[in-house]
């Protein structure tokens, strides 16, 4: 299938697309296998993911991959979690970089390992100038902290109180020139946001699946977008300004 043509039969498709990837334990336990076997092949579901995303045209991807609050995990979860994302960082970037794929991360770097921090930064830097689709990598991440961050940046920057706007806001948070996600997906049936992307969200449409994360193939990804093409977004406004 060439790029884009998969979402032909879709009216509009959502420009930027965030995913909170849950369920990877509960798919494990479903399979009498550990936590970490779930985080794995939630790893490997992240590739047929971003394969269909791309198909269906949507250029920016910002996956929730693990949160501030994800520390108070056990020990051994965190460590296998850690090791994942080094190693992941490591052995998918030749191939993200060859299909034109642009890595960031959105969170804090403090708290990872040198090890990670330099793979995220390198994979980063190495990226910059791709532009067939965005894929940013929420680790270490919290919407709250990173308000938090962006107002202590601008207080460092000298910002004078009319000075703050949610324009000027928005341009220290970790997201800054990404557009706001237009749908957020969860996996999982769980219905809430988790701290991710508190203020970036604030207008996105929502959808939310029972299917767990390692499950969430291109099929499901096109039932979220036909459900996200039945949706009439008005951003506060009457309906007649919306258009
Ligand atoms: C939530 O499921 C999932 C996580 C905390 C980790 C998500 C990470 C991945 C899918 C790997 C992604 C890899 C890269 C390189 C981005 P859960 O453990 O909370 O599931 P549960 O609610 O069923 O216990």
């Not at 579901?45 to 056990?74: M, Q």
Request: proline residues 4%.
């Amino acid at each position: 299938m060439a790029e884009g043509d998969a979402g032909a039969s879709l009216g509009k498709i959502p420009q930027h697309v965030a995913f909170i990837m849950d369920g990877n334990g509960r798919w494990a336990q479903a399979r009498g296998l550990p936590r970490n076997a779930g985080h794995r092949a939630g790893r490997e579901n992240v590739r047929r993911v971003l394969d269909a995303c791309g198909e269906f045209g949507i250029k920016h991807v910002t996956l929730y991959a693990f949160s501030t609050e994800n520390w108070k995990r056990p020990t051994d979860e965190v460590r296998g979690l850690m090791n994942l994302f080094e190693n992941a960082t490591d052995s998918e970037l030749a191939e993200l970089h060859r299909n034109g794929v642009q890595i960031r991360h959105l969170g804090r770097q403090e708290g990872l390992s040198p090890l990670l921090r330099n793979r995220l930064n390198h994979a980063a830097q190495q990226t910059r100038n791709n532009t067939k689709l965005v894929l940013s990598i929420a680790l270490n991440y919290g919407g709250r902290a990173e308000i938090v961050d962006a107002v202590r940046r601008m207080i460092e920057a000298g910002l004078r109180p009319e000075d703050v706007t949610e324009e000027s806001l928005s341009r220290y948070l970790y997201t800054a020139g990404l557009p706001d996600p237009d749908l957020v997906v969860r996996t999982a049936g769980e219905m809430r946001l988790s701290n991710f992307m508190v203020w970036q969200a604030a207008y996105a449409e929502y959808y939310s699946t029972p299917t767990f994360w390692p499950d969430f193939d291109r099929e499901e990804l096109r039932k979220a977008l036909a459900s996200y093409d039945q949706r009439h977004r008005r951003f506060g406004q009457l309906d007649q300004q919306a258009k």
